[in-house]
C-alpha cells in the first residue's frame, strides 16, 4: 500500500527528491501557449484602478493564513520531496521549487534534509488524499491555535476533486523563533517540568506592533495525475512552487489576474509564474511584518508587493529597452 511506503517520508528524513517505489504515470504533455496571450498586470491597470487597489484585492483574494491569523512565510530553509514520480520529473519539479525559494531569498536543504514541503503523485488523489491524512491526521492538524484552515478546509482537501490540491501547516512564532502557541506534544528539552511545555516567548510589541509572526512548517501537495496532462512541466512545477511557497485559497477567483494559478483554467495561456507572481511571492517575504491587526498587516504586504512589482518592472523594461 503506498500509504504505508509514504510513512517514513512523513515523520522522518528523506531525501530532496525521494522518488523510490513510484508507480506509472501518465506522462505529463506539452500545452502550446496560444499567440494571444493575456495582458499582464504590470503593463495595464484595468478598468482604471490603481495598482495598489489591484493589489490589497489580490492579496486578500488568495491569502489563506491559518484561522485569526496573519500570512504565514518560511523561515530559513525549505526542503521539497516529490514522492511516486519518475526520477527526472520528480527532479524538475524539486528544483524549481528550490530555485523560486533561493529567488525569495530562502535557503534549500542539502540532500538527505528532513522533507517540509511535501509533493506526492497519485493517479486517485481522490481515494488517496483522504488516507494520506487518516495515516497520520496530527501531522495536518497540530491541535495548537492557529496552526491551520480549520476542520472544514481540511475537509476540502480531502474530498474537492482538484489537478493539485494543497495543505498548509503553520507554527505561530517569536522574533527568535520559538513556537509562541501551546501544541499538544511538543516540549522544550529536557520536558520534564509543566513550564517545559509552556510557550515562553520573547515580546517586544505593543497595542500596535506584534513581534509574533507567523512561520509555514510544512506543506502537503497531492499531484493527480489524470488531471494533470493538459500541461507541460515547466507550467506544473511554477504552479507548485507558487502554492508551495505561499498559502494560496484553493477557491480563489483569480480570472482578473495575469497569474500562474489560471493553470488549470487556461493551460494554452498560462505559460508560468507571471511578474504579478513574482512580485506577489517578493513583496510576501521582502516585508518586515509588525502589525498587530490582520488587516494593516495585509497592507503591509500589499505595500510590499507593490514595490516589488515597481521593481521587476522597471527592469523588464529596461532589458526590452522601452
Same mark, same amino acid.
Given at each position: 500500500?503506498?500509504?504505508?511506503?509514504?510513512?517514513?517520508?512523513?515523520?522522518?528524513a528523506?531525501?530532496?527528491s525521494?522518488?523510490d517505489?513510484?508507480?506509472p504515470i501518465p506522462?505529463?504533455?506539452?500545452?502550446?501557449p496560444s499567440?494571444?496571450?493575456?495582458?499582464?498586470?504590470?503593463?495595464?491597470?484595468?478598468?482604471?484602478r490603481?495598482?495598489?487597489?489591484r493589489?490589497?484585492?489580490?492579496v486578500?483574494e488568495?491569502?489563506?493564513?491559518?484561522?485569526?491569523r496573519?500570512?504565514?512565510?518560511w523561515?530559513?530553509?525549505?526542503?521539497?520531496?516529490?514522492?511516486?514520480l519518475? &526520477?527526472?520529473?520528480?527532479?524538475?519539479? /524539486?528544483?524549481r521549487?528550490?530555485d523560486? @525559494?533561493?529567488e525569495?531569498g530562502?535557503?534549500? %536543504? *542539502?540532500?538527505?534534509?528532513t522533507?517540509?514541503?511535501?509533493?506526492f503523485?497519485?493517479?486517485?488523489a481522490?481515494a488517496?488524499?483522504?488516507?494520506?491524512?487518516?495515516?497520520r491526521?496530527r501531522?495536518?492538524?497540530?491541535?495548537g491555535?492557529?496552526?491551520?484552515?480549520?476542520?472544514a478546509?481540511l475537509e476540502?482537501?480531502?474530498?474537492?476533486?482538484?489537478?493539485?490540491?494543497w495543505?498548509h501547516?503553520s507554527v505561530?512564532?517569536?522574533?527568535?523563533g520559538?513556537?509562541?502557541?501551546r501544541i499538544p506534544?511538543y516540549c522544550k528539552?529536557?520536558?520534564?517540568?509543566?513550564?517545559?511545555?509552556?510557550p515562553?516567548?520573547?515580546?517586544n510589541?505593543?497595542?500596535l506592533?506584534?513581534?509574533?509572526?507567523? &512561520?509555514?512548517?510544512?506543506?502537503?501537495i /497531492?499531484?493527480d495525475?489524470?488531471?494533470? @496532462?493538459?500541461?507541460?512541466?515547466?507550467?506544473? %512545477? *511554477?504552479?507548485v512552487?507558487?502554492?508551495?511557497?505561499?498559502q494560496?485559497n484553493?477557491?480563489?477567483?483569480?480570472?482578473g489576474y495575469?497569474?500562474?494559478l489560471?493553470?488549470?483554467?487556461?493551460?494554452?495561456q498560462t505559460?508560468g509564474?507571471?511578474?504579478?507572481?513574482?512580485?506577489?511571492l517578493?513583496?510576501?517575504y521582502?516585508v518586515?511584518?509588525?502589525?498587530?491587526?490582520?488587516?494593516?498587516?495585509?497592507?503591509?504586504v500589499?505595500s510590499?508587493?507593490?514595490?516589488?512589482?515597481q521593481?521587476i518592472?522597471?527592469?523588464?523594461?529596461?532589458?526590452t529597452g522601452?
Open positions: 500500500m503506498l500509504i504505508a511506503a509514504l510513512a517514513t517520508l512523513l515523520i522522518s528523506a531525501p530532496a525521494a522518488v517505489g513510484q508507480t506522462p505529463v504533455q506539452t500545452a502550446i499567440a494571444d496571450t493575456p495582458t499582464d498586470l504590470e503593463d495595464v491597470v484595468v478598468e482604471g490603481r495598482l495598489d487597489d493589489v490589497n484585492t489580490f486578500r488568495i491569502g489563506a493564513p491559518a484561522n485569526n496573519g500570512l504565514a512565510r523561515r530559513g530553509s525549505v526542503c521539497p520531496a516529490v514522492v511516486n519518475r &526520477n527526472d520529473m520528480a527532479h524538475a519539479i /524539486v528544483d521549487v528550490s523560486v @525559494a533561493q525569495v530562502l535557503r534549500v %536543504g *542539502d540532500e538527505g534534509c522533507p517540509n514541503i511535501l509533493i503523485a497519485t493517479d486517485d481522490q488517496f488524499t483522504p488516507e494520506l491524512v487518516a495515516y491526521p501531522l495536518f492538524r497540530l491541535g491555535t492557529g496552526t491551520d484552515r480549520g476542520r478546509a476540502a482537501f480531502q474530498t474537492v476533486d482538484r489537478p493539485v490540491r495543505w501547516v505561530p512564532v517569536d522574533e527568535e520559538q513556537v509562541a502557541t506534544g528539552d529536557p520536558c520534564s517540568t509543566p513550564m517545559d511545555y509552556t515562553q516567548v520573547r515580546v510589541g505593543s497595542r506592533l506584534s513581534s509574533i509572526s507567523d &512561520n509555514l512548517a510544512r506543506v502537503y /497531492v499531484l495525475a489524470n488531471e494533470i @496532462a493538459d500541461v507541460n512541466l515547466g507550467q506544473l %512545477g *511554477d504552479y512552487a507558487m502554492v508551495a511557497l505561499a494560496v484553493p477557491d480563489a477567483d483569480t480570472s495575469a497569474t500562474v489560471n493553470l488549470f483554467d487556461d493551460p494554452a505559460e509564474l507571471t511578474n504579478w507572481d513574482k512580485a506577489y517578493e513583496g510576501l521582502g518586515v511584518m509588525t502589525r498587530r491587526n490582520l488587516n494593516t498587516a495585509r497592507n503591509e500589499a510590499s508587493i507593490v514595490r516589488a512589482h521593481r518592472t522597471t527592469l523588464a523594461e529596461a532589458d522601452e
